[in-house]
């Protein structure tokens, strides 16, 4: 048995944290200090750290972490990020036999294009990273912008039971964004009211489902009359899924 908790980072990042009554896993730590703080209080041991990209917000307590606990590092080897000492690729997995976990490593660019997540088909979870967020999903940053759609399109196959456990808090954020470009869409307008609720009582809006991202998530609906409509309305010459994903993200840059 174990479970999967958010220790809060920074403003609005989630480490998350697998764990049972002796050992823990944690996901993207980008700060140390929560990470020791958590372990101590819950009287466990720092067993693995999983990276899903070398940005500093998930990788900047690596370092601390593993002069306390000398554990391994999976992710993605890069020249920018030294901290791996297991290198995965796609189609790959990795065993947390502690947690009787399996991962399948997906390669998923388009934030950055080293970025990799990890999927467990049962239970159907995902820790996504940056990719896809709550309503949303991570900027370019590098590579190109039909990278980030087709890895964004390999999330979306996944069964609608997953749950998504990405790295930040955006959900209220993007909503806002989802309520103009898709504005008579009732599932967005429920969320948006469900969202507030758990925002205004200090309660997370992560992880959530694949299905309520395909019901509500501009960038997982780009074929959609409404949002198509929306994104001639801004001036936007999308013809096909493809290129009204890339005016979606371009849009939304500046929104």
Not at 47 to 76: K, M, Q, W
Not at 88 to 94: I, P, R, S
Not at 133 to 161: D, I, M, T, W, Y
Request: charged fraction near 25%.
């Amino acid at each position: 048995m174990y479970d999967i908790v958010a220790i809060p980072a920074f403003e609005d990042n989630y480490i998350w944290t697998i764990h049972n009554d002796k050992h823990a896993v944690v996901v993207d730590p980008g700060d140390a200090t929560p990470v020791l703080s958590w372990l101590a209080q819950h009287d466990v041991k720092l067993t693995g750290i999983l990276c899903t990209h070398r940005h500093d917000d998930h990788v900047g307590g690596i370092e601390e972490l593993r002069a306390v606990y000398n554990v391994p590092v999976y992710g993605r080897q890069h020249m920018k990020n030294p901290h791996i000492t297991h290198d995965l690729k796609e189609g790959e997995k990795l065993s947390l036999e502690e947690f009787g976990l399996t991962f399948d490593i997906m390669e998923v660019p388009g934030h950055i294009d080293d970025h990799i997540a990890y999927h467990s088909s049962a239970p159907a979870i995902l820790f996504c990273g940056d990719v896809l967020f709550g309503a949303g999903c991570g900027r370019n940053f590098e590579g190109s912008v039909k990278a980030l759609f087709l890895s964004l399109q390999r999330f979306a196959s996944l069964p609608p039971s997953t749950l998504v456990y990405c790295a930040h808090e955006y959900t209220a954020s993007n909503l806002r964004f989802a309520k103009v470009c898709d504005p008579d869409n009732p599932d967005v307008a429920d969320r948006v009211i469900k969202t507030a609720e758990k925002r205004a009582a200090n309660q997370s809006t992560v992880p959530f489902t694949m299905e309520i991202e395909l019901a509500t998530n501009p960038f997982l609906r780009c074929k959609e009359p409404a949002i198509l409509h929306s994104l001639k309305r801004m001036g936007y010459d999308a013809t096909d899924e493809e290129s009204a994903f890339a005016a979606l993200r371009a849009w939304r840059d500046k929104f």
